[in-house]
């Protein structure tokens, strides 16, 4: 059981816009500690995707977006593309674990 | 660019210890960063299992900290992994990465391609 929240699985179509929550509580997300998204395509290992809540990283499209809000973010894909099937993952700090922590991850399906 | 790459025994015995290696190039590990290892059980989602500084710091998920060791050796650009008693719970792909600083804020941004590791008799 993760500490961290997200769905098991979302889906949309091509050209779509998803969205893709992280529920955490008063020792990780609502305690103020940034929040980071990886993307793991089927096979390979997970890659940045979003750091310090809202950032991308150099070669990220800009159809990915991070946000941020009391105990909760959400990762955003704009223009939805069969390449961005994946499970993502959020990742922040457990002050009561003092550890860092991921979400058990969600499922991108393009259909 | 950063590279990472694990190695180490594909198949562990029950009880026996777990030990992998990261070699990383392209950059030196005596120049700063945290290192950590991080594995996935096939099927499942992330857990983090601890991180090291160049100094030899480090730090543990405390669900492990018993079993766990991670120790660094600056000299062949290196870190590894040791992880005890293992039992079947513990099968799973293990990667290393580096992770941009202590804080608490941190993350990871370079990964290894990982390796599975199977404990069975």
């Known amino acids: 059981q993760s500490v961290l929240t997200q769905p098991p699985s979302v889906s949309g179509a091509p050209g779509q816009r998803v969205t893709i929550s992280c529920t955490g509580s008063s020792s990780n997300i609502g305690a103020g500690f940034d929040v980071h998204w990886y993307q793991q395509l089927p096979g390979t290992a997970p890659k940045l995707l979003i750091y310090g809540n809202t950032n991308r990283p150099s070669g990220v499209p800009d159809r990915f977006s991070g946000s941020k809000s009391g105990a909760s973010a959400s990762l955003a894909i704009t223009g939805l593309q069969a390449e961005d099937e994946a499970d993502y993952y959020c990742?922040?700090?457990?002050?009561?674990?003092?550890?860092?922590?991921f979400g058990g991850g969600t499922k991108l399906t393009v259909l | 660019q950063v590279q990472l790459q694990e190695s180490g025994p594909g198949l562990v015995k029950p009880s026996e210890t777990l030990s992998l290696s990261c070699t990383v190039s392209g950059y030196s590990i005596s120049n700063g960063y945290y290192w950590v290892w991080v594995r996935q059980p096939p099927g499942e989602g992330l857990e983090w299992i601890g991180s090291?500084?160049?100094?030899?710091?480090?730090y543990y998920n405390s669900s492990l900290k018993s079993r766990v060791t991670i120790s660094i050796d600056t000299s062949k650009n290196q870190f590894s992994l040791r992880l005890s008693s293992v039992t079947a719970a513990d099968t799973a792909v293990y990667y290393c990465?580096?992770?941009?600083?202590?804080?608490?804020?941190?993350?990871?941004?370079?990964w290894g391609r990982g390796t599975l590791v199977s404990v069975s008799s």
């Open positions: 990465a580096r992770q941009l600083s202590g804080s608490s804020h941190t993350y990871f941004d370079y």
């Open positions: 990742q922040s700090y457990d002050s009561s674990l003092s550890g860092w922590v």
């Open positions: 090291i500084y160049h100094s030899g710091s480090t």
